[in-house]
């Protein structure tokens, strides 16, 4: 243990070490920088930490987080509530978004299906999303889970068991990356990217 | 910029990415991390922080963190008052004081002499540390700072300034680690330790 004297000090490093992939030392260095910022910092960093935790809610709708019961997205009225993109998580709502290459809204899993980890069906936002789609007018489901077995076995029952109701599920096309050379792409990708070949469009 | 669309979640993630070696992307992976904890967590490391920066104070004497006007070394009985070991910043006090080979007291310089980076004598606590030797009653100065040209600069100068004043000066060991090989260590690392090597102990 860290011979560290003060209590004030201490408290700070275990705390801030509790955060993943923050170890015992890194935490002293973030405590040590506060000392060299303003207070202002300080009480900025440490009140939107509060804050955050204490207000933030779920969208009632999608799951995603959001300041009301339902969040910035499935309440825009320039967006197209018809057509639902499934994704794992948060994370992944902000990277789609990042794209600027979807209008449409979401609903988020939190999580995929994983027997390995004891994660079934039942553990997902999947019935919500039954749910939604007897309720609201949807079009087209848009599939974006991981390129990975659990992803792929989740896509495939939300498949079966969306595939009588809506009208056109799709998924995300999966291939070769902007900027990959052809060597360095393992072969499933390729093969893969191969057998669902597309019309050239010129985009 | 990141298209996210809760004002709270933003917040968080611009004051964490402010840390060092902090991210946009582990900013978000934090805050995140937040919302899967209990609120608890998240008001134990928020106030702990606001706690920290506001109630911290630096010690009078050595220039430690303290939370009162003298820190828990510099006020501590069992310590020996007449050494006193110069290090470059906090976490130094640390990490000698992790070695539990050290029972004197410390003075914190607050960096080294570095022209480049435009640090002067006049920047550090030098003058700080003189005084202490005028009024306390200081048998040994050791010098523990860094083995580079600045922290040697910084060593050499604090050497002249005090060597009238004070018994016996001394700096920390430099040699050969503690595990190394010697097939793998720099040849000034090795040179010097040949030139600096001691009657054998066997400790």
Redesign the interface.
């Known amino acids: 243990m ?8 201490k ?2 490093v275990s ?2 070490s ?4 923050i170890g015992k030392k ?1 935490a ?8 060299k ?1 303003k ?1 202002d ?16 809610k779920f969208c009632k709708k999608c799951h ?4 009301g019961d339902l ?3 499935c309440s825009g009225i320039k967006r197209n509530h018809s057509q639902i993109c499934v994704v794992e ?3 992944d ?2 990277s789609v ?2 794209t ?1 290459q979807y209008n449409g809204i979401y609903h988020i899993l939190n999580g995929v299906i994983s027997p390995m980890d004891g994660v079934g069906p039942m553990d997902l936002n999947i019935d919500s999303l039954v749910q939604r789609i007897e309720n609201d007018n949807v079009d087209e489901i848009v599939l974006a889970l991981p390129t990975t077995i659990e992803g792929d076995t989740t896509s495939f029952f939300i498949y079966k068991k969306l595939s009588d109701t809506v009208n056109s599920i799709t998924s995300i096309a999966r291939g070769v990356s902007v900027g990959d050379e052809l060597e360095y792409i393992d072969e499933l990708t390729l093969g893969r990217s191969i057998i669902n070949r597309m019309p050239y469009s010129g985009k």
């Open positions: 860290d011979q560290i004297s003060s209590v004030l000090l408290r700070c705390e801030f509790k955060l993943p992939g890194t002293l260095r973030l405590a040590i920088h506060l000392l910022q207070t910092y300080a009480v900025s960093l440490g009140s939107s930490i509060i804050e955050f935790r204490e207000k933030i995603n987080i959001s300041e969040c910035e997205i998580n948060i994370q709502v902000i978004e990042n600027m």
